[in-house]
């Protein structure tokens, strides 16, 4: 079933606890938690005493996305902070599969990241590894960009690969996921839909959230249905 990620990076921050709460009560399942460091991205967002702060204030998994330079470095730290999916970026990692090893060793689910140019087929190596790919589908560093629709053919080509290689990994999408977007990329084969800007609003973000999910898991059944036949 599709899963909404909602990404903390639109959350206010000074209430960020209630925020949490009122995506998860529209339904949201996974916390994704933004990291940047502004060097590999234009950007600079939260490190792991976030992640640790937020922790005791929720149940639901924390999806971490490592938008940074040297992540091996900081791998153990967002793990002993509560992190319980870390997922790298391709570019950056110079030995891919042994900072997935990493990650899995310190009990996280590993998961990897595809910016906007980089081909899925440079990961057919690790894709027995990972719990999830992660498809930008904006340039990485801001959020509320608009969205790519080069990644519906990348999310679809990789749905075709997990079939042809017999894998069940998970195909998150990120960037510019909102309701006249959330359709296509589900029927493209997404399952875990990150989306900050679309969910959180004063005084919306659990009927957003929930809005969403009613839009998600329609085009997910209309897929299926279609599927089927």
């Known amino acids: 079933m599709v899963e909404l990620a909602f ?3 639109a959350a206010d921050f000074a209430h960020l606890a209630e925020e ?4 998860e009560r529209g339904g949201g399942t996974m916390v994704h938690v933004d990291v940047m460091d502004g060097h590999f991205v234009p950007n600079i967002t939260f490190g792991p005493p976030v992640v640790k702060a937020i922790r005791p204030t929720t149940q639901l998994p924390l999806d971490c996305h490592l938008m940074i330079e040297n992540p091996d470095a900081y791998i153990p730290a967002f793990a002993a902070a509560g992190a319980n999916m870390i997922s790298v970026h391709q570019e950056v990692c110079r030995h891919l599969h042994r900072t997935l090893q990493l990650i899995a060793q310190h009990d996280v689910l590993p998961a990897v990241v595809l910016n906007p140019a980089t081909p899925v087929d440079s990961l057919i190596e690790v894709l027995p590894m990972v719990h999830h790919v992660l498809i930008m589908s904006v340039n990485p560093g801001f959020g509320g960009q608009q969205f790519l629709p080069l990644a519906l053919e990348k999310i679809a080509y990789l749905r075709e690969i997990r079939h042809e290689m017999g894998l069940n990994f998970r195909i998150e999408v990120d ?6 977007t959330v359709a296509s990329v589900v029927k493209a084969g997404a399952d875990m839909l990150v989306a900050g800007s679309a969910i959180f609003q004063p005084g919306r973000t659990q009927a957003n959230a929930t809005e969403f999910l009613r839009l998600a898991r329609a085009a997910e059944a209309e897929m299926l ?5």
């Not at 960037?175 to 006249?180: C, H, K, L, N, R």
């Not at 249905?225 to 036949?229: G, H, I, K, Q, S």
């Open 225 to 229: 249905a279609a599927e089927a036949e």
């Open 175 to 180: 960037g510019g996921v909102a309701e006249d």
């Open 20 to 23: 949490i709460a009122a995506a």
């Open 7 to 9: 990404s903390i990076l």
